[in-house]
């Protein structure tokens, strides 16, 4: 972290020649159970990571946002009066950071999405500014690079014109998650904005959510002294929400939840998350059969989320029972095997990749490429990251790039965790045992790791966690 914020600065002062004067940060994030089941009011289990985006910047006297992407090196302008209006893509759109057909289809309408929640519907009054970033969260990894920009961008913003401004972090989720809705065009759910700045260390983040006043911080369990973490492999398959195929999934859920409605009179439904595995089974023949798959994994994504809460709460509240801890993280590891598979068979949101790479662990995100979550005992991590790349290596459907098959403390390693493995060497990727931080940004991100030497001479990014 503290190398990524010198970057910042150092692409703020090379870019505009001057010294920022506020920063923010937000964290990647890996989903472990709850596919897909955000934006059907069900239940996820997720964690950030300690993979971040960085945003560092400072007010100017126009009505101009100009922001530089140190990673897309491009400097992107708008007008902070304009950024109100959404942006409505073309029947030809691509909708990626790449896209040339006029529809502010780059990396900077997330930023603009954010710029423009704010002032309409949070009545936030913001001014002209200049802002570098900087980030580490992998782009097409499903570990939602484009909600730690979001969220990052709305602190930022926070910090530089309204410090005095105690913000609630479940509205900024709320801000940021409309944004990409409404700006961007993915109809996506809470579950990325709300995990990315309401995680914490060394803990499993299960939301509700129909009610997002109801999440809980659940601690990853220890075996026999031994904690467990989460490995993410790479496939290095694309990841991307924006083509389309994301929002059909959505609509096709809808759809079933509106038909479900007219068949069912015992209780209400408005979406998958009230409808029980039973019911979908005694009218599953009403319902076109591709439509009827999907809407499955849905509500058996809900029942394997809730199974996992309740089995590590259990073992977390009988930390001396070993017996069951092993049940609870088997029952874990067998629902991310089955949540890989549901997705695979009965959603259809998985790629040759991630089920050649899903062999031994379970895809997460949005699906269509990106990473895998793999649970694995802190102590036998980096053996297994070795032997995962290795073997994706030869089952992989294409070739993966030679920069994917180094060893396991390279940045571009394909698997590897994050934290101390028993040779003590800090690896360059992720696990959750690694989030272990004693100081919390200032803008109130309680799992983003500062050091204390970062506390600048003014110390306006970070201030001390309150007791």
Same mark, same amino acid.
């Given at each position: 972290?503290?190398?990524?914020?010198?970057?910042?600065?150092?692409?703020?002062?090379?870019?505009?020649?001057?010294?920022?004067?506020?920063?923010?940060?937000?964290?990647?994030?890996?989903?472990?159970?709850?596919?897909?089941?955000?934006?059907?009011?069900?239940?996820?289990?997720?964690?950030?990571?300690?993979?971040?985006?960085?945003?560092?910047?400072?007010?100017?006297?126009?009505?101009?946002?100009?922001?530089?992407?140190?990673?897309?090196?491009?400097?992107?302008?708008?007008?902070?009066?304009?950024?109100?209006?959404?942006?409505?893509?073309?029947?030809?759109?691509?909708?990626?950071?790449?896209?040339?057909?006029?529809?502010?289809?780059?990396?900077?309408?997330?930023?603009?999405?954010?710029?423009?929640?704010?002032?309409?519907?949070?009545?936030?009054?913001?001014?002209?500014?200049?802002?570098?970033?900087?980030?580490?969260?992998?782009?097409?990894?499903?570990?939602?690079?484009?909600?730690?920009?979001?969220?990052?961008?709305?602190?930022?913003?926070?910090?530089?014109?309204?410090?005095?401004?105690?913000?609630?972090?479940?509205?900024?989720?709320?801000?940021?998650?409309?944004?990409?809705?409404?700006?961007?065009?993915?109809?996506?759910?809470?579950?990325?904005?709300?995990?990315?700045?309401?995680?914490?260390?060394?803990?499993?983040?299960?939301?509700?959510?129909?009610?997002?006043?109801?999440?809980?911080?659940?601690?990853?369990?220890?075996?026999?002294?031994?904690?467990?973490?989460?490995?993410?492999?790479?496939?290095?398959?694309?990841?991307?929400?924006?083509?389309?195929?994301?929002?059909?999934?959505?609509?096709?859920?809808?759809?079933?939840?509106?038909?479900?409605?007219?068949?069912?009179? $015992?209780? !209400?439904? @408005?979406?998958?998350?009230?409808? *029980?595995?039973?019911? =979908? #089974? /005694?009218?599953?023949?009403?319902? %076109?059969?591709?439509?009827?798959?999907?809407?499955?994994?849905?509500?058996?994504?809900?029942?394997?989320?809730?199974?996992?809460?309740?089995?590590?709460?259990?073992?977390?509240?009988?930390?001396?029972?070993?017996?069951?801890?092993?049940?609870?993280?088997?029952?874990?590891?067998?629902?991310?095997?089955?949540?890989?598979?549901?997705?695979?068979?009965?959603?259809?949101?998985?790629?040759?990749?991630?089920?050649?790479?899903?062999?031994?662990?379970?895809?997460?995100?949005?699906?269509?490429?990106?990473?895998?979550?793999?649970?694995?005992?802190?102590?036998?991590?980096?053996?297994?990251?070795?032997?995962?790349?290795?073997?994706?290596?030869?089952?992989?459907?294409?070739? $993966?790039? !030679?920069? @994917?098959?180094?060893?396991?403390? *390279?940045?571009?390693? =394909? #698997? /590897?965790?994050?934290?101390?493995? %028993?040779?003590?060497?800090?690896?360059?990727?992720?696990?959750?045992?690694?989030?272990?931080?004693?100081?919390?940004?200032?803008?109130?991100?309680?799992?983003?790791?500062?050091?204390?030497?970062?506390?600048?001479?003014?110390?306006?990014?970070?201030?001390?966690?309150?007791?």
């Amino acid at each position: 972290m503290e190398a990524l914020v010198q970057q910042a600065q150092a692409t703020f002062h090379a870019k505009f020649n001057a010294v920022p004067t506020a920063g923010a940060c937000a964290p990647g994030r890996v989903e472990v159970l709850g596919n897909h089941t955000d934006y059907n009011q069900g239940f996820i289990l997720a964690s950030a990571i300690d993979r971040y985006t960085v945003i560092v910047g400072r007010k100017c006297d126009s009505r101009l946002a100009s922001i530089f992407s140190e990673n897309f090196s491009t400097l992107e302008q708008f007008d902070i009066d304009e950024a109100v209006h959404t942006a409505v893509p073309t029947s030809k759109c691509l909708n990626t950071p790449y896209c040339t057909c006029g529809c502010k289809g780059t990396w900077s309408k997330y930023c603009r999405g954010v710029v423009g929640v704010m002032q309409r519907d949070a009545h936030v009054t913001l001014g002209g500014f200049q802002a570098a970033i900087v980030s580490n969260v992998p782009a097409g990894s499903g570990l939602s690079s484009s909600a730690a920009l979001e969220v990052a961008t709305a602190l930022f913003l926070q910090r530089l014109f309204h410090p005095e401004m105690r913000v609630d972090k479940t509205d900024v989720a709320l801000l940021c998650q409309r944004a990409e809705n409404q700006w961007v065009g993915v109809q996506c759910g809470i579950l990325d904005q709300f995990t990315a700045i309401h995680s914490r260390a060394d803990h499993l983040l299960f939301l509700d959510c129909r009610d997002l006043a109801r999440y809980e911080h659940i601690p990853m369990p220890r075996l026999a002294g031994d904690p467990c973490c989460l490995v993410l492999a790479n496939t290095h398959a694309n990841h991307t929400l924006v083509d389309g195929m994301y929002n059909r999934l959505r609509e096709s859920c809808f759809g079933v939840a509106a038909q479900m409605q007219r068949l069912i009179s $015992t209780h !209400p439904v @408005t979406h998958l998350r009230d409808i *029980t595995p039973e019911e =979908l #089974a /005694a009218h599953e023949a009403q319902l %076109p059969p591709i439509d009827a798959k999907r809407a499955k994994h849905i509500v058996t994504e809900n029942a394997r989320v809730l199974r996992c809460r309740q089995a590590l709460t259990g073992a977390h509240a009988a930390p001396a029972d070993a017996a069951l801890t092993k049940s609870a993280l088997g029952t874990l590891g067998e629902a991310m095997f089955a949540s890989h598979a549901s997705s695979r068979d009965d959603f259809g949101n998985s790629c040759p990749e991630l089920d050649a790479m899903g062999a031994r662990g379970a895809p997460l995100g949005g699906g269509f490429g990106g990473c895998t979550v793999n649970l694995v005992p802190a102590s036998r991590a980096a053996p297994y990251g070795e032997a995962l790349a290795a073997e994706y290596a030869q089952s992989a459907p294409a070739p $993966t790039p !030679p920069s @994917t098959r180094v060893a396991c403390t *390279t940045q571009h390693n =394909l #698997a /590897a965790p994050l934290g101390h493995g %028993p040779d003590g060497i800090r690896s360059l990727w992720w696990a959750v045992t690694a989030l272990a931080p004693r100081v919390s940004c200032r803008l109130w991100c309680p799992h983003v790791c500062i050091p204390p030497r970062l506390l600048w001479r003014d110390t306006w990014w970070a201030e001390p966690l309150p007791q």
